[in-house]
C-alpha cells in the first residue's frame, strides 16, 4: 500500500506539444541546421514558456504540414492564413499579422496573351487564383519563395502576396523590391479575417488547448502580442510610403 501511495504522488509526465512551421520570411525563417528564428518564432518560444508543455520545434515543407502535421493531435502551426474553408479544420488561437494581399508583376514587363500566376501548394488562395486566371494558368510551387523567384525569372507574370511578405523573401533573393510593382488589391472574401494566424490542429487535447489560451492571455504575453502587430505594420507602412 505504502508502494501504490508513492507511485500516485509521481508527477504526472507533460504533455508533448509540437510547433511546427515553414521557411516564411520575414515572418520565421529556417537555418541551414533546422534551427526557427525571426519575429514569430521568437514570440512563440516565449509563449510556450508560460506552459507546462514538452515543446518541440519542427521546421517542415508547408505541404507536409498541411497534408499530414495537421491531421495529428498536439500540432502548433505558425504561420496560417485564416479562410472559410479552414475554419473548422484548426483550432484558432490568435491573429499575429495584418495583412492586405496585392497582384504583383515584374516592373515595366510587357504581358503576354496568356498571363500565368505562381503560389506555393496548399495556398489558401488556390480557389481564388484558380477562378480568376483559370486552373491551367496557375502554377504550384514548393513555397511561397520559390513561387515568388519564379515571378521574377520570367517562368510566369503574377504572383499574390503582402506587402511586407514579399519584401522578406525578395531580400532573401538579395533583390530590390523596386523589380516589381503592385497591380492591384487582390479581392479575398474572407477580408475580415485576413492575415496570420496561430492555429492548433482541431485533434489537440483539451489540456494543451487550455494552457495555450492561459498562456496568451499573460499580461507579458498579451504585450509581446501587441509589439509583433505594431512592428510587422510600422514596417509595412514604411515598405508602402516608400513604393508610392
Known amino acids: 500500500m505504502i508502494i501504490f501511495l508513492g507511485l500516485c504522488c509521481l508527477p504526472l509526465k ?8 515553414e521557411h516564411n520570411p520575414p515572418f520565421q525563417m529556417v537555418k541551414s541546421n533546422g534551427t526557427g528564428y525571426g519575429p514569430v518564432i521568437a514570440f512563440t518560444q516565449q509563449l510556450v514558456k ?29 504561420s496560417i492564413s485564416r479562410t472559410p474553408k479552414r475554419e473548422t479544420q484548426f ?3 490568435k491573429q499575429i499579422y495584418r495583412g492586405e494581399q496585392y497582384i504583383w508583376k515584374k516592373a515595366n514587363a ?9 503560389m506555393e501548394r496548399n495556398s489558401h488562395k488556390a480557389d481564388l487564383l484558380k477562378r480568376y486566371y483559370k486552373p ?6 514548393l513555397d511561397s519563395q520559390q513561387a515568388l523567384e519564379a515571378l521574377i525569372k520570367g517562368h510566369v507574370q503574377r504572383y499574390v502576396g503582402s506587402i511586407f511578405g514579399v519584401y522578406g523573401k525578395l531580400t ?16 479575398e472574401y474572407y477580408i475580415s479575417k485576413i492575415g496570420l494566424y496561430l492555429a492548433l ?18 499580461p507579458d504575453m498579451i504585450k509581446a502580442l501587441e509589439v509583433l502587430m ?15
Not at 508560460?50 to 505558425?78: C, G, H, S, V
Not at 532573401?172 to 479581392?187: Q, T, Y
Not at 505594431?230 to 508610392?244: A, D, P, V
Request: aromatic share 8%; no cysteine.
Open 14 to 21: 507533460a504533455q508533448q506539444l509540437i510547433v511546427v512551421f
Open 50 to 78: 508560460y506552459t507546462d508543455l514538452d515543446i518541440k520545434f519542427e521546421a517542415l515543407p508547408w505541404a507536409r504540414i498541411m497534408q499530414k502535421e495537421a491531421l495529428k493531435p498536439n500540432r502548433l502551426i505558425l
Open 91 to 93: 483550432i484558432w488561437l
Open 110 to 118: 510587357v504581358d503576354p496573351k496568356n498571363i500565368l500566376v505562381s
Open 136 to 141: 491551367k494558368n496557375v502554377y504550384e510551387f
Open 172 to 187: 532573401e533573393l538579395d533583390i530590390n523590391i523596386d523589380k516589381l510593382e503592385r497591380v492591384g488589391v487582390f479581392k
Open 201 to 218: 490542429s482541431n485533434t489537440s487535447s483539451d489540456l494543451v488547448h487550455r494552457q495555450l489560451i492561459q498562456a496568451l492571455t499573460h
Open 230 to 244: 505594431r512592428g510587422f505594420e510600422t514596417k509595412e507602412q514604411n515598405l508602402i510610403h516608400n513604393l508610392n
